[in-house]
């Protein structure tokens, strides 16, 4: 079966941390493009970052500097570090791959909300 399983997401105080992880099918993970994406309430899905079969990154403004993507090609796992988390970076965190693309197939996400 294919899919994506998000993980990793929760409450965390401005300035700290988080790394959410999502799992997928071998048979998309190896050879496409991965991405995260977030929703926030009452707006549309954005792009956050997206990193290529062979490991190369790129980020939304909004969030370079401060979050890294990464992925292990030996867990068919991406990774999404988080760094000096932000309010306005609380949101649901999905991640899909181009193998998807125009399909509207996504996985449950991962709630990730920044408050004191």
């Known amino acids: 079966q294919v899919q994506l399983v998000e993980s990793g997401g929760g409450l965390v105080q401005p300035g700290g941390s988080l790394r959410l992880s999502c799992a997928a099918s071998r048979s998309i993970f190896i050879t496409y493009t991965m991405a995260w994406y977030r929703q926030a309430p009452g707006k549309q899905r954005e792009l956050v970052a997206t990193i290529t079969s062979g490991g190369s990154p790129r980020y939304a403004d909004s969030v370079k500097g401060r979050f890294t993507i990464s992925r292990d090609n030996a867990k068919n796992t991406v990774y999404l570090q988080m760094n000096s988390l932000k309010p306005e970076d609380t949101a649901v965190y999905y991640c899909?791959?181009?193998?998807?693309?125009?399909?509207?197939?996504w996985g449950q996400g991962t709630q990730v909300t920044v408050s004191s």
């Open positions: 899909n791959s181009e193998f998807f693309l125009g399909t509207g197939h």
